[in-house]
């Protein structure tokens, strides 16, 4: 079954960088985009970013653009996302989603991970 | 950026009873409308994609209609296990895909 295991809770300092992981399995690496979507304590759900599996380009939105990078490691079939400057409106859920074709609503999902910016 | 809105915020419901959840595109996103349901502390879960097609596993209780710019999500007779929020998304408009703010089921 497609499994979708993310790093653990992390708390970083304003100013610091993070860097989220989700590991995959259960189905083939190549058939899935995959997608970062973020929830802030008490909040809705904010997509971020999407990496094209076969080649590793990722589109960012908008608002993230120039503060995250997503990539991937295809040896370990894992996703990398990280996000740089942090402010406390960092502090939030991260969840990976996969779906599939890249235009295509997110099937399967991570745990999640709590990212906490605090001083 | 298409813009979706979800009423009402809160819904109080009996066990056993109706609920009708809202969801408006704030421009025409075909069917491509999916619904997810998120219980405290846990992940959201797919319910309904493409307006009206229910995920792998999902009770027969819960019904999608709409296309367009209005949607609804159907759960026929709320049970103990569908106490939640629910999110509706569009994935019409990529890559920029877009979430409602949350419709809060909860027990009257």
């Known amino acids: 079954q497609v499994q979708l295991v993310q790093s653990g809770a992390e708390v970083k300092k304003p100013g610091a960088s993070v860097k989220v992981s989700c590991k995959t399995s259960g189905y083939t690496f190549n058939n899935y985009y995959m997608h970062w979507v973020r929830q802030a304590p008490g909040q809705g759900l904010e997509w971020m970013a999407i990496?094209?599996?076969?080649?590793?380009?990722?589109t960012y939105a908008p608002r993230f653009q120039g503060r995250v990078t997503m990539a991937r490691d295809t040896s370990t079939n894992t996703v990398y996302m990280e996000v740089t400057s942090l402010t406390s409106e960092d502090t939030a859920v991260y969840y990976c989603?996969?779906?599939?074709?890249?235009?295509?609503?997110?099937?399967?999902w991570g745990q999640g991970a709590l990212v906490t910016v605090s001083s | 950026e298409t813009v979706m809105t979800q009423s009402p915020a809160t819904l109080s419901v009996s066990p056993g009873e109706r609920a009708t959840l809202s969801c408006r595109a704030s421009q025409s996103i075909s069917s491509n409308l999916a619904w997810y349901q998120q219980k405290p502390g846990q992940a959201p879960r797919l319910l309904i994609f493409a307006a009206s097609t229910r995920a792998t596993g999902i009770p027969a209780r819960f019904s999608g209609s709409g296309s367009g710019t209005q949607f609804t999500l159907t759960i026929s007779s709320l049970q103990s296990e569908d106490f939640a929020i629910y999110y509706c998304q569009q994935y019409n408009n990529w890559p920029l895909w877009t979430f409602g703010q949350g419709t809060k089921v909860e027990i009257k």
């Open positions: 990496i094209n599996p076969r080649d590793g380009s990722p």
């Open positions: 989603a996969v779906g599939a074709p890249p235009g295509d609503y997110f099937e399967y």
